[in-house]
């Protein structure tokens, strides 16, 4: 099985180095030295790490046959793809790789559907779920504790306590303002 562990940033300096947008809780057993890692788009690797160091708290490697600022820029957005055996899992109970969410449905606590997870989307602060809605729409739900109350992977559901306004449509939310009186 392989898990996407990371993202190429910039280029950092003029040997080749590259900042590494991180997307494994486990960086120094995924991207150390000597590891050879799978890229997307395949044609741009497989690509091994030469040397790896934290600057101003980013994480900067260099891989093989790229000792320059040009060979570095040219890994910009490039995917770093790591083989996982099939059975591992996160040491914590709480986390989950994207391939175990991937296709739960989601519900809310009181049992409403609300879609299924399509893709999930590593931002700085935070993951969201993207869902999709039976009507072919998506919504954006926080992976956060608040919001995310559990994650069933035996019945395959996500279930969400969603605050006002975050999976209501549009159209329903005005019409609730409406009947209660207030201004659109």
Known sequence: MQLVVARIGRAHG????????VR???PELRLGPGAVLATDPASAGPLTIE???VHSGRL?????GV???TGAEALRNILLIADVDPDER??????YYDHQLIDLDVVTKD???VGRITEISHLPTQDLFVVERPDGTEVYVPFVEAIVTGIDLEEQRA???PPPGLIDDRAEVASQRDAAGEET
């Open 51 to 53: 040397t790896g160091r």
């Open 60 to 64: 900067l490697l260099r891989f093989a």
């Open 159 to 161: 279930v969400i306590d």
């Open 90 to 95: 996160p040491e914590d109970d709480d986390e």
């Open 24 to 26: 494994t809780d486990e």
């Open 111 to 113: 049992g409403e559907e």
């Open 14 to 21: 003029i040997k080749g180095e590259v900042t590494v947008e």
């Open 67 to 69: 000792h320059d600022r």
